[in-house]
Each structure stands twice: as C-alpha cells, then as structure tokens.
C-alpha cells in the first residue's frame, strides 16, 4: 500500500484538542486552513486563492509539544500522511455523505517565513534518568539517595 506524504503551510484556524486514548497515549488535532496568494501580472495586486481545510492529528511526544507550543492564528509548517476520512451524518432527515482531508503529522512547527520562535528542547523521563546516572557515575553530581 502506499502513503501519500505531504508538506502544508497554513495557519492554525481551532484550538489544539488535547486527549488521551484509552490505552493512555496522548493525541491532539487542530485545523489549518492553506491558501495559495497570487500576484496579478497586469495590476501586480495580490489576491489568496481558494483555501483548503485540513484536520491534523498528533501522536505521543509530538502531541504532546504541539498542545503545549502551537495557538490558533499561529502559521505552521506540517508534514505527515494525507488520509480522506469519508462519513455520513444526517440532516434534515436526509443522509448526506462527506469528507474530510486529515494528516497523520510525522513534524509540527511555526513557520519560520512569518515570525520567529524560541524552541526548547524535551527530553523523555527515560533520557533525563540516563543522563542523571551517567553525570553521577562520572562524578559529576552527587546522586540521589536510593529510595
């Protein structure tokens, strides 16, 4: 099978949604809205094209960054797996069939040709202990009392 890898640029139109499944791995997903601007070459105006709307869904660590470090009206950059989630709802008492354009996001950032950002660095439980016992094996800081 294959996987449709994409990189968008947009703004963040919702709220990060921030949940923990059941089996306790935390996700979030968001909106971003992308729109092509175009110069006329006659007029030289500037004009934004159609937008396209998208749902982001983060997993793990990633989701983790993203509901602490991305806002809405934010411009980010996000690269992932495009998927078409089809559905039915009802309306009006009539069945209506859509679909919606989501990415399964590998990488979430702000985009860096519109502002800047000032990034720190996570480290996980399991790395933070590893360096804690490596600066104490090497003498570098007492270590803590064993309890």
Not at 1 to 19: K, N, P, S
Not at 51 to 60: D, P
Request: aromatic share 6%; proline share 3%.
């Amino acid at each position: 099978m294959y996987a449709i890898e994409i990189t968008l640029q947009g703004t963040v139109i919702t709220d990060v949604d921030f949940r923990t499944s059941e089996s306790g791995r935390p996700w979030c997903h968001f909106r971003v809205a992308a729109n092509e601007r175009r110069q006329d070459r006659l007029t030289g105006e500037w004009s934004d094209g159609d937008s396209t709307y998208l749902t982001v869904k983060c997993w793990g660590r990633l989701a983790e960054n993203v509901s602490s470090s991305i806002a809405k009206g934010q411009p980010v950059v996000v690269h992932g797996r495009l998927n078409e989630r089809r559905y039915e709802r009802e309306s009006g008492g009539r069945r209506i069939q859509g679909a919606t354009l989501e990415v399964s996001a590998r990488a979430v950032g702000h985009d860096l040709t519109k502002g800047r950002t000032d990034f720190q660095r996570t480290k996980s439980g399991a790395v933070q202990r590893a360096e804690e016992r490596a600066l104490a094996d090497a003498g570098a800081v007492e270590s803590p009392p064993p309890f």
